[in-house]
Every structure is written in C-alpha cells, then in structure tokens.
C-alpha cells in the first residue's frame, strides 16, 4: 500500500505543470520609480524648462529611429540609423555622446553595418531600429537584422560592449520558432528585479501582435507574454508604474485605415495582459511612446494625425488612460511645400536622473531632433494641465 500510494505521488508531482516547478516572474525594478516619487516636489517647485536642438548631422540624406541611454557619470548615449533609406544595404546604426560638462555632442560614430553582423549573424542584408540599455553587466544595442525583403523579413539582434567603444559580435535574440523571421524590437527596454530584461518586440510576418519578451543578459529569451489582440497593433512601448503594474501603448499598423493609439494593461510586471482598449489619440500607422511622472501622471507623445506624420503631439492622463489631455502640438506642419519630406515621427521618450525628461525624434528624415523638458513645464502648460 506505501508504495502504491508512493507511486501515485510521484505521478502527481510529475504531472504538474511545469510553471509551478519554475522561478516566481520577477517585479519591475523599482529603483528609478523610487527616486522620481521620492522627488515629486523638488521636480514640480523647479522653474519651467524647454530645450530644443538637433542631434549632429551623419554622412547621407537619410536618418530615422532614435533611441538615448544615460551613461553613469551622466553624459547622455544617442544612437540612430541612416544611409539612403530603410533596408537599403547601406544603412549604419551611429552612436553620439553628450559630454555635460563640454555641452555638446561628439561627432557620430558607426557602431553596427549590415557587413559586420553579416560576418557573425549570416546573411543581413541591411540593418535599423536601434535600442540602447545599460544592465549590471554592460551596454546592449538591441537591433533590428533584414535578412530579406522589407521589415517584414527582420529579426532581433543583439551586441553588448563595457565601454561603448569595444563591441563584441551581435547574436539572435530568438523570439519565434519560425526561423526568427518577422520579429523586431523598438520600444525602450524596462529592468526586471532579477537583472532580467522586459523588451518589448513585436511580429509583421503575414499576422501582426506585440509582446513583452523577458531576455537574459546574453540574449537569450527567458519567456515570451503576448498582447493578444485581432487588430495589426504593433511597437509596444512599456510604462512600468509600479512593482506590479504597467501599461502598453500600441501603434495602430493599417496602410490605410486611421485609428487611435490602443493600450493594455499588466498586473503581474508583464506576465500577463489585459484586453487591449483604444484611447482618445488619434493617429495613424507611427511609433508611439509614453514616460511616468513624479505625479502618476503619464505623457504620451504620438503622431497626431489620422492621414500622415505631420503632427507630432503629446497628451497627459492622470488616471491611467481613463481620462486624457487635448494634444500638445510639438511639431504641426502645414506647408504645402512636399519637396522635403515633412516627417516628425518615431519619438523615444527618456528621463535622466535629474528629473529632465528627453524626447528624441525623426525630423523630415533628414536630422534627429531632441527636445528636453521638465515636470514644471508639463504643468506649466495649459493644454497638459487641463483633462478633457
């Protein structure tokens, strides 16, 4: 009898599933969120702030997709792509140092081409979407490889440096069983409590969908949450508000039909996501991206527009997305002139440990411009300031 139920036991546990058996899924780490709550008032008592320049210009006509890092000794890390256009077998991914005493950026170097990662990745035939992020070990550039066609054809690559300067080989980051194809990543990265990795990502190979990946150091792709939904939302961007919780804001990816910018939300730091809602915002088929303030507040900067990319806006809810701002206009372009490009997309919203909050972004795809901003400007502005 001992050993029949002794067997029975052992059928038992083995049947468990094997979730049960594995690690709790970590929290978002809470040090960067504790330093802005814990400075509220300084950041709102400051005087308003709004600063505006372009990044240094880069060899071509061509520039898009900017991502920032804050380095420890609080310089500021900006990398973005160029050549002639998308997926075009020229493209480089530069990188750009802001020296905070000196107050300028150095000259943009190339950090990544499609013939380096060819050399360690195979065949890629161009390259695009930068992301940075710094981890306890060292600096990430998250990247997007095009092994063939458009984006569509992309997969998720990854390289790692201590300095900046050195980079070792970039590997996959192996998100999809199908030969990796149609995976790619853009979204500001957000740190795990256990030194993991939220990344953001997101699948264009005939069906579209987003999720959050949880990657290792070394690139390797721990588990995969998906946003389930049966409309092409694409781009996620992460806001973590908490240990626990965080929102998704969605790009709306039609070639022809505009929409609004959609949202989720999570209760277990990722592990699971809520229906996806739609907002207020209006835009059509661009990157969207949103950052927490001191206040629990959040800005949301989108293209503003249901035709086009002229419109670059931001919007503030104070309640989660329940309840939204008018938009702020940070770019309106109505010049009929169509010789240039008239573009101001792809923002990439980042706060410093100051409390300033920068926003880089595409501009006529010729330049990337950075704005930078405090919380008492936020609430300085009547637009922001005031709900719908």
């Given at each position: 009898?001992?050993?029949t139920w002794?067997?029975r036991?052992?059928?038992?546990i083995?049947?468990l599933p094997?979730i049960?058996?594995q690690?709790?899924h970590p929290r978002?780490?809470q040090?960067g969120?504790?330093a802005?709550?814990g ?7 400051a ?5 505006a320049?372009f990044?240094p210009?880069i060899p ?5 997709g900017?991502?920032?890092?804050e380095?420890?000794?609080g310089?500021l ?9 998308e997926?075009m077998?020229?493209v480089?991914?530069y990188l750009?140092i802001?020296d ?9 170097v ?5 013939e380096?990662a ?18 306890r070990h060292?600096y ?5 490889g095009?092994?063939k066609?458009g ?6 690559c990854m390289k790692?440096?201590?300095?900046l300067v050195?980079?070792?080989?970039p590997?996959?980051?192996?998100s999809?069983?199908?030969?990796d ?8 990265p957000a740190?795990?409590d256990d030194?993991t990795i ?15 990946a949880r990657v290792d150091?070394e690139?390797h792709?721990l588990d ?6 049966l ?10 508000t908490s240990a ?8 709306f990816s039609?070639p ?7 949202m ?7 592990a699971?996501?809520s229906?996806?809602v ?5 835009h059509?088929?661009s990157q ?9 507040s959040i800005l949301?900067f989108y ?7 002229r419109d670059l806006?931001?919007a503030?809810t104070?309640?989660?997305?329940i309840h939204?701002s008018?938009p702020y206009?940070l770019?309106?372009d109505?010049?009929?002139n169509?010789i ?8 990439y919203?980042?706060?410093t440990r ?12 010729t330049?990337i411009r950075?704005l930078t901003f405090?919380?008492a400007w ?5 637009t922001?300031a005031?709900l719908?």
């Amino acid at each position: 009898m001992t050993k029949t139920w002794l067997l029975r036991a052992l059928l038992v546990i083995a049947a468990l599933p094997s979730i049960v058996l594995q690690k709790p899924h970590p929290r978002f780490a809470q040090t960067g969120m504790s330093a802005l709550h814990g400075g509220a008032q300084t950041l709102l008592s400051a005087p308003a702030s709004f600063h505006a320049e372009f990044l240094p210009p880069i060899p071509g006509d061509f520039v898009h997709g900017a991502t920032m890092l804050e380095l420890p000794n609080g310089n500021l890390a900006a990398a973005w792509y160029g050549g002639t256009d998308e997926i075009m077998p020229d493209v480089k991914i530069y990188l750009s140092i802001y020296d905070q005493q000196a107050k300028r950026w150095s000259i943009p170097v190339v950090i990544e081409t499609a013939e380096a990662a060819r050399k360690s990745l195979g065949m890629v035939k161009s390259i695009g979407n930068p992301v940075l992020y710094h981890d306890r070990h060292d600096y990430k550039l998250f990247f997007v490889g095009i092994v063939k066609g458009g984006w569509s054809g992309g997969t998720i690559c990854m390289k790692s440096s201590p300095d900046l300067v050195h980079w070792g080989p970039p590997v996959h980051v192996v998100s999809s069983p199908l030969f990796d194809l149609g995976m790619l990543v853009r979204g500001a990265p957000a740190p795990y409590d256990d030194g993991t990795i939220a990344l953001p990502i997101y699948h264009q190979l005939n069906a579209k969908w987003s999720a959050i990946a949880r990657v290792d150091s070394e690139g390797h792709v721990l588990d995969i949450a998906r946003i389930d939904d049966l409309r092409p939302l694409l781009q996620p961007w992460l806001v973590p508000t908490s240990a626990t919780d965080g929102i998704a804001f969605l790009r709306f990816s039609h070639p022809h039909q505009p929409y609004v910018v959609t949202m989720s939300k999570t209760h277990d730091a990722g592990a699971h996501w809520s229906d996806v809602v739609p907002t207020p915002l209006v835009h059509r088929d661009s990157q969207v991206s949103g950052i927490l303030l001191s206040d629990n507040s959040i800005l949301v900067f989108y293209n503003g527009s249901a035709w086009d990319r002229r419109d670059l806006s931001v919007a503030r809810t104070t309640d989660g997305g329940i309840h939204w701002s008018w938009p702020y206009h940070l770019e309106h372009d109505t010049t009929g002139n169509d010789i240039v490009r008239r573009e101001y997309s792809y923002p990439y919203v980042y706060r410093t440990r100051d409390g300033n909050i920068h926003v880089l972004y595409t501009w006529q795809r010729t330049r990337i411009r950075h704005l930078t901003f405090n919380e008492a400007w936020v609430h300085a502005n009547p637009t922001l300031a005031a709900l719908r």
